[in-house]
């Protein structure tokens, strides 16, 4: 999916919200906006049209636009509707829930870079069956899912995609497509996931590999990986500069070089170890905390996934499918959690967030590689302030992202203690002027 231009912060948007005067298009597209602080203060300003106030209200917002109050004006026509969807991000969102959005506005609403709005689109009543084709082949998993649903979507599209190697449910692919190879154009034709099921198969068309290779989405791109007459070089064009040796599939690796692509720098290559048929569930429990949601929720959809990595991870703050946060168990063991804080991404995540975390833990996320972990351990309740302060005096700025002053009296012992933190913490000693030489600058 093409993905949202670089716009000014929202702080920037609420200012100009409640700044702009003389210019009513600019005060539009910010009343609706998707953060309702923006929208709250264009709604204030007295140069805001009233029309697209009337109409956001008409549309199912409430009067202050904070939100929705669940009443919605049946009475609206397309037009209307189509005006709000030139508006702005919020205004559309209520057009794709709105009963009365026709098919050419709900069309244009399936190309936008919203999960949410191809969402609605999806489960829209109203959604032609040509739009739904193409959401049964979108980039998100659960707008495919809600479009395979449809009522209005055609058998025909569903019978290719399986045919392709779809699951069912469209989530993932099943297998090895089994369709004509000839059809395997019209597949790839559909869309991002059709373009990844068709790039799997041997016989997929040289035109359809070209354009998975330099393909905008690195799912679709990591297709590439399981297709064993995919040419080098596309699948070397893929790797770039993180390629130390060739590559050309994952289709014959033996069990040692699948794990060690497990810590592949490409998240097509992950991913696309979690697909391999030889993933053994050691490998498949590594992956599960990796830093990228799309290879955990794979990973959590496993059946060769050990249930009992993914309970751990339900346990310190997951949801069950891997994609997201939900509450932790208060009552999970100190030792797991230091256990997860040694781990990938994601579980190091999850560990940071625990209030149960011990804080010879903490200390070490201080210095973890990621600045949001080290952001989120200097906020922890049990953070040790003995390490935060020796981290500072070793010249580690106090937003944790930088390199700050430092002090000069450190001792070699206590640089050597912030540079075994972690990463960050190597970095940061690597400034400092009493630095062993082994890390400096």
Known sequence: MTGTPSRPPAFIRRHAATSIANDPNALVTLVCDENFWVRRE?????????????????????????????????????????????????????????????????????SMSSQRIRASVARHANTAPETLDRLCADAEPDVRTLAARHPSTSSETLDLLAGAGASPDLTTASGTARCDPSALSDVAALGPFGRFLAARHPTCPSAVLEEVAVDEDWCVRSALFDNPSAPRRLTELVLGES???????????????????????????????????????????????????????????????????????????????????????????????????????????????????????????????????REWAAAHPSVPQETVALIQRAGGAEDWQGVGESDPSMTIAELQRVASLGPWGAWVVSWHPNAPTSLSA
Do not use: Y
């Open 42 to 110: 264009a709604a204030r300003n007295p140069e805001t049209p009233g029309w697209v106030i009337d109409l956001l209200v008409r549309a199912g917002a409430a009067p202050d636009l904070r939100g929705r109050d669940g009443h919605v004006d049946v009475s609206m026509t397309p037009q209307e509707l189509h005006r709000l969807v030139e508006c702005g991000p919020w205004a559309r969102q209520l057009v794709a829930d709105h009963p009365n959005a026709g098919f050419a506005v709900l069309a244009a609403l399936a």
């Open 243 to 373: 390629m130390t040796e060739p590559l050309e599939s994952l289709a014959t690796p033996d069990p040692e070089q699948l794990t060690a692509l497990a810590d592949h720098p490409l998240p097509e290559i992950r991913l696309a170890v979690v697909r391999h048929p030889s993933a053994d569930a050691a490998t498949l429990g590594k992956l599960a905390s990796d830093g990228t949601r799309d290879i955990r929720r794979l990973v959590a959809a496993d059946p060769r996934t050990d249930p009992s990595d993914i309970a751990l991870l339900v346990r310190a703050g997951s949801t069950a499918d891997l994609a997201g946060l939900a509450e932790p168990d208060l009552g999970l063991d100190p030792n797991l959690l230091a256990s997860l804080s040694l781990g990938g991404s994601w579980a190091r995540q999850l560990a940071v967030r625990h209030p149960s975390t011990p804080p010879s833990s903490i200390g070490r996320l201080l210095c973890d590689s990621d600045p949001r972990l």
